[in-house]
């Protein structure tokens, strides 16, 4: 946050997006299933622990800058099938990581399973989360 603010220019802002509410998020099941296959180190924060009301938000005034605004925007998640959603989840750094504990077959099935727990009836691969965000403005 400090390298944010630091390049922000006087009068300009800041804007963090972060995963809201896992209760909200139906990947936060995917998440939680990967970490069944690799634990994190005890005393590992949360993966989405940034995520939390408030974590953000003190980050930024921390660094200096002022909370201007913030809300939520809804974001789904939409497969064609199971092959385009590893390619998309697989992209992710964490998820490389799970993959060289667990091996990909054990990655692929957790994902497989989760997302068929999610098809919608209409037949869509699709997970309806909520994302968080939070805008700042450095004085000036």
Known sequence: MAQLARVCRAGGQVAI???????????????????????????????????????VESLLEKAGLTLTG????PVSFCYADHEQAWTAHASAGPLQKV????????????MRDVLEADRKPDGELRQDNVFRYVVAAKGD
């Open 70 to 73: 913030g809300g939520e925007a």
């Open 99 to 110: 993959v060289e504990i667990a091996g990909p077959d054990a990655v692929r099935q957790v």
């Open 17 to 55: 997006g972060v995963w809201g509410d896992p209760g909200r998020c139906q990947t936060e099941a995917l998440f939680a299933r990967l970490r069944s296959l690799a634990p994190p180190p005890p005393g590992t924060p949360a993966p989405l622990a940034v995520s939390d009301p408030g974590v």
